[in-house]
């Protein structure tokens, strides 16, 4: 029994796996990501407004906005507005409401996120250097509705996600 548990075990290990099995998605209580100077930058909530802090330092001083690299490597401002219950972001001078962060983390890689109460729920869209695609983004959301129930992050993220995919 042990051999034949583990021959299938190594069998399943040496499939390939799907591209959304490569996903990953979780909530935090920070977000960590790539501020427009190239500074690793960890924000927590405090309220509708940013506690932001380097790597490895203690939380830091309220701030109403982030600036934060997007994934098409613009430089963009976010705040969260509290009356709409969702993020207001100011970039090359427009401003849009949404309540999805597409941002880049620490390591480079593509992410989008959403505020979970006190914290986030983020999933990985992108590794450094690949691009998001209609297709990654549509994979991501089916993914996360398969393994969330309704009104819960995940599926609140899936619903944000689908609202960028375009034609």
């Known amino acids: 029994m042990r051999i034949l548990s583990r021959s ?3 069998l399943l290990l ?3 796996m799907p ?3 490569s996903t990953l998605a979780f909530e935090d209580n920070k977000l960590n990501y790539r501020s427009c100077d190239g500074q690793h930058i960890t924000a927590r909530w405090r309220g509708s407004v940013f506690s932001l802090s380097l790597p490895g330092k203690s939380l830091g001083d309220s701030h109403e906005t982030i600036k934060y690299v997007s994934w098409d490597g613009r430089c963009l401002t976010g705040r969260w507005d509290e ?3 969702h993020f207001a972001f100011v970039g090359d001078g427009d401003t849009a409401p ?3 962060l597409t941002y880049v983390a620490w390591d480079g890689s593509k992410w989008a996120g959403i505020r979970t109460g006190g914290g986030f729920f983020v999933a990985r869209v992108a590794s450094e250097g690949e691009p998001v695609t209609n297709e990654r983004l549509k994979e991501i959301a089916a993914w996360l509705d ?3 129930e309704a009104y819960s992050p995940g599926a609140k993220l899936a619903e944000n996600l689908k609202t960028v995919v375009g034609p």
Request: hydrophobic share 50%; aromatic share 0%.
């Open 19 to 21: 591209v959304a099995a």
């Open 14 to 16: 040496a499939a390939p």
């Open 98 to 100: 949404s309540g999805l």
């Open 83 to 85: 009356d709409a219950g």
């Open 8 to 10: 299938l075990t190594a």
């Open 146 to 148: 398969r393994r969330n």
